[in-house]
């Protein structure tokens, strides 16, 4: 059997039953979205960061993150050779305003970062290149931080996506990659303005604020009443993606790092458990987004009647 056909076989069960799964993210190739859209929020997440606590590593992982979410998104298209066609849909599709964003963030980066690790350069931070630079990267990173939570949003086919929270959480999840690359990069002893103590507090108020959406979310989805949002919560909390969840989001990405900051790990082993709770909470980032996204329901086709008393 073909894929394709196999594909054909598995659309035509969908359309049996009554709550039809979303196939086209987070299964096959659509796993290299889920991954574009998780990088690409540690990026925006970690260059934020590393401006507030003025650390130059931080931002070189910004950089790299980008750079990985960029290629995981050529990896998703059908036609990678035609990617620059997304540009032209920037009136009516977040998916083009994302490549914008990530174009602007990846040009605006390498200017800036160019001459902070290589002192030769032709131009320097300060100059209007590198300040140029700075600017485009700012902008793209905005961009890329707020944009990717409209990208669900705007796919009213599937109500459990369509909530306002969710451009917001994918807000936390930006902010909480970011503190979690600047853990790791504090790991291995770059320089930074950032004390270790304060990290843990801003993942700490960052964590509780992305739970709390998260739960607002979730109880605005299963008391909707809109029967596939219904379905989406029970396949994320008792259906097949309750494993990814519970494991992959709750206990590494959550439980983890909480116990080792409440056991006060971090002030005997401080850097290889900074390095821990940052892996961990990214981790469970990633973990988030894939069983969310592979959790969306499609609205029915199809609802049964009442039965006649």
């Known amino acids: ?44 997440g970690a260059w934020l960061m590393s401006l ?13 993150m980008a750079a990985l979410g960029g290629t995981a998104h050529l990896c998703f298209l059908g036609r990678p050779e035609r990617f620059w066609r997304m540009v032209w849909r920037m009136k009516s ?13 990846l040009t605006g980066a390498f200017l800036y970062l160019v001459p ?44 459990f996506w369509n909530s306002p929270l969710h451009p917001v959480l994918y807000i936390g999840h930006a902010l909480r990659g970011g503190v979690a690359a600047l853990l790791v990069v504090a ?37 909707s009443g809109n029967v596939a949002a219904r379905g989406s919560v029970h396949k994320l909390l008792a259906g097949s993606m309750a494993w990814y969840f519970y494991i992959g989001t709750l206990a590494v990405g959550v439980a983890v790092p909480a116990w080792l900051v409440l056991a006060g790990w971090h002030s005997v082993h401080s850097r290889d458990v900074m390095a821990l709770i940052g892996i961990a909470s990214a981790i469970g980032d990633f973990f988030m987004k894939y069983s969310v996204i592979r959790a969306g329901t499609h609205l029915p086709l199809w609802i049964p009647a009442a039965p006649r008393r």
């Open 116 to 159: 902070l690790f290589l002192p030769g350069a032709p131009w320097n931070a300060g100059s209007l290149l590198g300040q140029t630079g700075y600017v485009l990267a700012f902008a793209g990173m905005i961009i890329l931080i707020g944009y990717m939570g409209f990208v669900y949003t705007a796919s009213k086919a599937i109500p």
């Open 93 to 105: 599709s977040w998916i083009s305003r994302g490549f914008l964003g990530l174009s602007l963030f």
């Open 1 to 44: 059997m073909t894929t394709q056909t196999a594909k054909y076989e598995q659309l035509i069960q969908d359309l049996r039953v009554q709550l039809r799964p979303q196939r086209e993210w987070g299964e096959g190739r659509g796993l290299f979205l889920v991954i574009g859209h998780f990088l690409n929020g540690i990026a925006g």
């Open 52 to 64: 507030v606590f003025d650390s130059v590593a931080g931002l070189a992982v910004g950089f790299v």
């Open 187 to 223: 790991a291995f002893g770059a320089p930074s303005a950032a004390p270790e103590q304060q990290l843990l507090w801003m993942w700490i108020a960052v964590t509780s604020a992305v739970a709390l959406l998260f739960a607002i979310e979730m109880h605005g989805a299963f008391t």
